[in-house]
C-alpha cells in the first residue's frame, strides 16, 4: 500500500507514530496560528489504478460537454457577436478553446500514467521509479483538481451567457 500526500502551500511533516489505524498515518501541518492534524489514507495498487479511471473518465466526459458547448456557440454565434457582448463572447470561447486544449494534454498525462501503473504491480523493488510514480500520481490529483475547476468556471460563464441571449431572443419572439 502506498500513502498519498496532498501539499497545497502548507509545511508539513510526517508524525510517524501510527495512530489507530495501523494503515493511517498522521501528518502534521504547521500554520502560522497552529497545528493540524490530517488522516491520510495508504492507497493500493488498485485504488490509485480506480483513481487514473476516474480522473480518465472525468475528463472524457468534460470533453463530450465541450463538444456540445462548441455546438451552441456555433448556434447562437450571430446573437454572441452583437456588439454589445462581443468582447465578453470572444474572451470566453477563447477560454473554452484553451481548456479544450488543456483538457486533451491531461488526458494523454492520465493514460500515460496508468500505463506506468506496472511498476507498483510488477513485485520487484523499484523504490526511485515507484517514488516517481507516485509523485506523478500526486502531481495529477491536483492538476486533475484544477483543471475540472476551471472547466467549470468556464462553462458556467459560458452557459450564463447563452442563456442570456435565449432569454433576450424569447423577448424579441414574444413581443412581435
Not at 491536483?142 to 432569454?167: P, W
Request: net charge negative; no cysteine.
Amino acid at each position: 500500500m502506498v500513502l498519498i500526500v496532498v501539499q497545497s502551500n502548507i509545511q508539513w511533516e510526517s508524525n510517524l507514530n501510527n495512530i489507530g489505524n495501523p494503515l493511517k498515518k498522521a501528518i502534521v501541518m504547521k500554520t502560522k496560528n497552529s497545528p493540524k492534524y490530517t488522516y491520510l489514507e495508504w492507497f493500493s495498487p488498485e485504488e490509485l489504478h480506480e483513481a487514473g479511471l476516474a480522473w480518465f473518465s472525468e475528463l472524457n466526459f468534460a470533453r463530450d460537454e465541450q463538444a456540445f458547448l462548441n455546438d451552441l456557440v456555433k448556434s447562437y454565434t450571430l446573437q454572441l457577436t452583437e456588439h454589445s457582448r462581443f468582447e465578453k463572447s470572444k474572451d470566453i470561447v477563447t477560454a473554452l478553446s484553451k481548456v479544450e486544449k488543456e483538457g486533451v494534454a491531461l488526458m494523454k498525462q492520465v493514460q500515460a500514467h496508468e500505463n506506468q501503473l506496472e511498476i507498483m504491480l510488477d513485485g520487484v523493488d523499484q523504490l526511485a521509479m515507484e517514488k516517481a510514480y507516485l509523485q506523478t500520481h500526486k502531481e495529477l490529483l491536483i492538476a486533475v483538481g484544477d483543471y475540472m475547476k476551471s472547466y467549470r468556471k468556464v462553462k458556467e460563464t459560458l452557459m450564463d451567457l447563452v442563456s442570456q441571449v435565449m432569454k433576450e431572443e424569447k423577448q424579441k419572439r414574444l413581443l412581435n
